[in-house]
């Protein structure tokens, strides 16, 4: 029982919650939100890390990138890459920034698989070397005012990547290699950005777009749920 009081202390709670809800047995607002809160900051920092993972081992495991949108992946990238470069150009700690690179690693990998089930292998070879060339040049010399400009349309980014992607299920009536998991994990993870939006802004502008990020990610798990059967079929013939 120590241990466990001492992880939810240390990152969960702090010791008054604790105390509230363990000793007390009552569960106060305060705690609940400040409870909700971690967890929220616990699953946003899952996904950022694993989200693109189930994708890439799916179309490596079906050896296809049927369904899947290249301009929504560049965009995805774009947005991604964004706060790296920012982060870079500001002198930022490592700390702040490093997990992203291995989230990055993994869209750019998944980009090129794209570009090489279609027949592009050399295009996805170009591309990658021309991505990290691009980062390295953006984030050592690219003016102050262009980095803030990135990172002011990394968020708008994002949320064309996700109309793409919900257009091209549309078009093709069917989500072909989109993982379930993936999307799932995004969808979590947007309500969660929503959720921290909301309680540290209130009603603006941000919150806003985050409503609709989310609202997007509830769409395209609508359509991986609805389109499942038409998905199998395509997958059979």
């Not at 609940?32 to 890390?49: E, Q, Y």
């Not at 109309?163 to 993870?189: D, E, F, I």
């Not at 309680?199 to 409503?211: F, I, P, R, V």
């Amino acid at each position: 029982m120590s241990l466990l009081r001492e992880f939810l202390v240390t990152f969960v709670m702090p010791q008054r919650c604790y105390e509230e809800i363990f000793v007390n047995f009552h569960l106060s607002v305060s705690c609940f939100l400040h409870v909700l809160k971690k967890a929220a900051g616990f699953w946003m920092l899952l996904d950022s890390l694993l989200a693109p993972l189930p994708q890439l081992l799916k179309i490596l495991w079906r050896g296809s990138a049927d369904g899947l949108s290249l301009p929504s992946v560049l965009l995805q990238l774009y947005s991604l890459s964004c706060p790296v470069v920012y982060a870079v150009a500001n002198n930022y700690p490592v700390f702040a920034w490093s997990e992203r690179i291995f989230t990055l690693a993994q869209i750019a990998v998944i980009a090129f698989l794209i570009l090489r089930y279609r027949g592009d292998t050399l295009k996805g070879v170009l591309f990658l070397l021309a991505y990290n060339g691009l980062m390295f040049l953006l984030g050592s010399y690219a003016p102050i005012a262009v980095v803030s400009g990135m990172q002011s349309s990394s968020l708008t980014s994002l949320i064309a990547s996700k109309v793409l992607q919900a257009g091209t299920n549309y078009c093709n009536g069917h989500t072909g290699q989109l993982s379930t998991l993936s999307v799932l994990l995004t969808w979590a993870g947007s309500l969660c950005v929503f959720f921290f939006s909301l309680q540290e802004t209130g009603y603006s502008l941000a919150t806003l777009s985050y409503t609709l990020l989310a609202g997007l990610s509830c769409v395209l798990l609508a359509q991986v749920l609805c389109y499942r059967s038409s998905t199998a079929a395509k997958k059979e013939e």
